[in-house]
T-cell receptor, first 115, second 114 residues
Framework: DTGVSQNPRHKITKRGQNVTFRCDPI?????LYWYRQTLGQGPEFLTY????????KSRLLSDRFSAERPKGSFSTLEIQRTEQGDSAMYLC?????????????FGNGTRLTVT | QQQVKQSPQSLIVQKGGISIINCAYE??????FPWYQQFPGKGPALLIA?????SEKKEGRFTISFNKSAKQFSLHIMDSQPGDSATYFC?????????????FGKGTHLIIQP
């Protein structure tokens, strides 16, 4: 399977704990995006990378969130001091060019539950 | 501020019927309008997309109709099949919007009854 891979698929954590998610994009894609999706809503943009450079962060991405893509390949999204409001599906997507010129390929997401 | 409004929230259509999902946008700078399909437990997948230089785009059983003056666009699924049961999201983006500025609607949960 050469699609976008996300791990873990599910994560349950207690409030205040730190969590880290991993995304492996399609290998030749240089753009990588993180989105958040809550029940009954469409995906909301969090941040994106062009190769290893993080080019934009949404206002949704509080200081407790940090994302990296150290070698321009896989990416990690860390949430520190989790809150119940962080419970959501975190989606990673990659594309060869920008989404206006080539499709975003989404992974199947990591579902985070904060208790 | 919700920039892309999608309706209906849920839709039930008989097999073989036409499914119609509507979206309206506010920002006249939007110039790219994709539709994404999402099955339970999966990420969204691009279904079809349109730019405002055309009023309609058809790919197989899926058609986008675009009305620039009304700032509306819709997805039509002809001969709807049970396998089309999924959540559909419209989206819009504008040039220079950063991260391609994709703004998604809230989604329509479509059920095709056999």
């Amino acid at each position: 399977d050469t699609g976008v891979s996300q791990n873990p698929r599910h994560k349950i954590t207690k409030r205040g704990q730190n969590v880290t998610f991993r995304c492996d994009p399609i290998s030749e894609h240089n753009r990588l995006y993180w989105y958040r999706q809550t029940l009954g809503q469409g995906p909301e943009f969090l941040t994106y990378f062009q190769n290893e450079a993080q080019l934009e962060k949404s206002r949704l991405l509080s200081d407790r969130f940090s994302a990296e893509r150290p070698k321009g390949s896989f990416s990690t999204l860390e949430i520190q001091r989790t809150e119940q409001g962080d419970s959501a599906m975190y989606l990673c997507a990659s594309s060869l060019q920008g989404a206006r010129n080539s499709p975003l390929h989404f992974g199947n997401g990591t579902r985070l539950t904060v208790t | 501020q919700q920039q892309v409004k999608q309706s209906p929230q849920s839709l039930i259509v008989q097999k073989g019927g036409i499914s119609i999902i509507n979206c309206a946008y506010e920002n006249t700078a939007f110039d790219y309008f994709p539709w994404y399909q999402q099955f339970p437990g999966k990420g969204p997948a691009l279904l079809i997309a349109i730019r405002p230089d055309v009023s309609e785009k058809k790919e197989g059983r899926f058609t986008i109709s675009f009305n620039k003056s009304a700032k509306q666009f819709s997805l039509h699924i002809m001969d709807s099949q049970p396998g089309d049961s999924a959540t559909y999201f419209c989206a819009a983006s504008k040039p220079g919007g950063g991260a391609d500025g994709l703004t998604f609607g809230k989604g329509t949960h479509l059920i095709i009854q056999p």
